[in-house]
């Protein structure tokens, strides 16, 4: 059965670095997601991505958030200058925006 | 804006009960509603999904009932087995005001089946 997968597990950084996490979605989806889930709180709405543009951010998503598809495969969320508050689990999803939103496992950020 | 709510926030059951978890939303104009389930430290695994037009939706011991017009949902989990501990979110995908939509996720149910 096709999954999202992502890439790395877990990256630890230090406070001010730029960190890209990298996402591959099921391969005839056409929305893409990331979402984040900061320990112990609800899991939050970052950004959609549709047709190489974002199509909704939330408030979080500020000027350090970027999102791009590089290729016909991967997704990415980079985020230029970490700060502490930034740690976090972070989602990937993909699908279409009445239906299912598949899920991958999650990629662990540190920032120290 | 809004707002997703569940309760209880925690549930201990021994193994074989029958239990219901409930989700609320303030607004009403939703487009689905998905539950999922997280294991530990794990991603979202998603369970059921119902449209906005559909009342309930059912997958093995799982079943999800919807009613938009109150706002709230429940996820009933039949003879439950300690393979069902996790915690159980509730997801539902609206309008923004903006012209596009947004997943709005409750704070989730902990769920522990004691064998």
């Known amino acids: 059965e096709p999954e999202v997968t992502q890439t790395p597990s877990h990256q630890v950084t230090q406070m001010g670095q730029e960190v890209i996490l990298r996402c591959v979605p099921i391969?005839?989806?056409?929305?893409f997601y990331w979402y984040r889930q900061i320990l112990g709180q609800k899991v939050e709405f970052l950004v959609s991505?549709?047709?190489?543009?974002?199509?909704?951010k939330s408030e979080i998503f500020d000027d350090q958030f970027s999102v791009e598809r590089p290729d016909g495969s991967n997704f990415t969320l980079k985020i230029r200058s970490t700060k502490l508050e930034d740690s976090a689990m972070y989602f990937c999803?993909?699908?279409?925006?009445?239906?299912?939103?598949?899920f991958g496992p999650g990629t662990r950020l540190t920032v120290l | 804006k809004q707002e997703v709510t569940q309760i209880p926030a925690a549930l201990s059951v021994p193994e074989g009960e029958n239990l219901v978890l409930n989700c609320s939303f303030t607004?009403?104009?939703?487009?689905?509603l998905q539950w999922f389930r997280q294991d530990p430290g794990k991603g979202l695994t998603s369970l059921l999904l119902?449209?906005?037009?559909?009342r309930e939706q059912t997958s093995g011991r799982l079943n999800a009932s919807l009613d938009k017009s109150s706002g709230r949902s429940t996820l009933y989990i039949a003879a439950s087995q300690p393979g069902d501990s996790a915690t159980y979110l509730c997801?539902?995908?609206?309008?923004?005001?903006?012209?596009?939509?947004?997943?709005?996720f409750g704070k989730g149910t902990k769920l522990s089946v004691i064998p």
């Open positions: 999803a993909s699908g279409r925006p009445t239906d299912t939103q598949y």
């Open positions: 391969s005839n989806h056409l929305y």
């Open positions: 991505f549709y047709n190489n543009e974002i199509s909704e």
């Open positions: 607004d009403s104009a939703i487009y689905n």
């Open positions: 119902i449209q906005s037009s559909q």
């Open positions: 997801a539902v995908f609206s309008p923004t005001g903006a012209g596009s939509y947004q997943l709005t």
